[in-house]
């Protein structure tokens, strides 16, 4: 599992502001990204401190004090994607702009707000994907991301449901919107972020190391996708489809403050022929992260 050092996160605060300022974006001290900046700075000077003081500071609003770390990691993750990628500058102003909106813990969000987060997980997503040396952009309005290997090029509608009550509707509409950019070469996907509807609030994994984390995710996606096949069945009848269930949540030791996170996916593969499901089972296992 790789820890960050918090003088290394604390250094994007200054790229991400100069990154707005080159766009003529405003960023301003009381957005998100910024607060979590705030209770980072607040972490690394009690943590210099000694221990006590450091523990009774985390004690305060352990919440926000956490997740602060996991919210920074996600972020600088996202911004090293975006300056690294070749990226319309209208793309990039607008995600840029929802991302520094929203809530500050996942908790506080309602129906209402959900904007900045389901921009979050399209840009999680597109870093994920990126880090993989992979070939995926972003795209507006239809599909959100286009991802392109050797085998085919796979039009990416993200859903992030709010609750399992409203996975069905989230489903119908990716596949309304796949329908206006459907033809015989492109896979049509489908990618589900379960935060909301398998987490149901902020989580912090508590796990030995990675592969341990990894493990734990990996077996909540595939009992989930199992239990949502039905639904697939209902909703997508005889169209193709591959939905990816994507979970991400924040990773430590028993007696150490977490600083890192985990990713995994699951791919499920609906209705192919027998060839093209070989080939996209194929592209999926470059995709999901190993588990030895």
Request: glycine share 2%.
């Amino acid at each position: 599992m790789k820890k960050y050092k918090y003088s290394n996160l604390l250094f994007y605060e200054g790229k991400i502001k100069d990154l707005y300022s080159r766009l003529g974006l405003t960023f301003s001290d009381s957005n998100r990204i910024s607060k979590y900046f705030e209770y980072l700075k607040k972490i690394e000077k009690s943590r210099k401190l000694g221990k006590d003081k450091f523990n009774a500071l985390i004690k305060k609003d352990r919440a926000k004090y956490y997740y602060s770390q996991f919210y920074v990691l996600e972020i600088c993750k996202i911004i090293d994607a975006l300056l690294n990628a070749k990226l319309a500058e209208n793309i990039l102003k607008e995600k840029l702009t929802y991302l520094a909106k929203g809530t500050y813990l996942l908790s506080e969000e309602n129906i209402n707000n959900t904007q900045a987060r389901d921009t979050t997980f399209e840009l999680s997503l597109f870093s994920f994907l990126h880090a993989k040396n992979l070939q995926v952009k972003l795209d507006n309005p239809n599909p959100d991301l286009q991802l392109s290997t050797t085998n085919f090029t796979y039009n990416i509608e993200c859903k992030r449901p709010y609750s399992l009550k409203s996975m069905e509707k989230n489903i119908k509409k990716a596949l309304k919107q796949l329908r206006k950019t459907r033809n015989n070469v492109d896979v049509p996907t489908i990618a589900l972020s379960l935060e909301q509807v398998i987490l149901g609030d902020d989580l912090i994994l508590d796990t030995k190391d990675e592969q341990s984390a990894l493990a734990f995710l990996e077996a909540l996606l595939i009992e989930f996708y199992q239990d949502n096949l039905p639904m697939i069945k209902k909703l997508c009848k005889n169209e193709p489809c591959l939905v990816l269930y994507y979970l991400s949540c924040l990773t430590g030791f028993k007696n150490d403050l977490p600083m890192a996170y985990t990713t995994f996916i699951v791919g499920n593969i609906y209705d192919f022929d027998s060839n093209l499901s070989e080939k996209i089972y194929q592209d999926l296992q470059i995709i999901s992260p190993s588990i030895k």
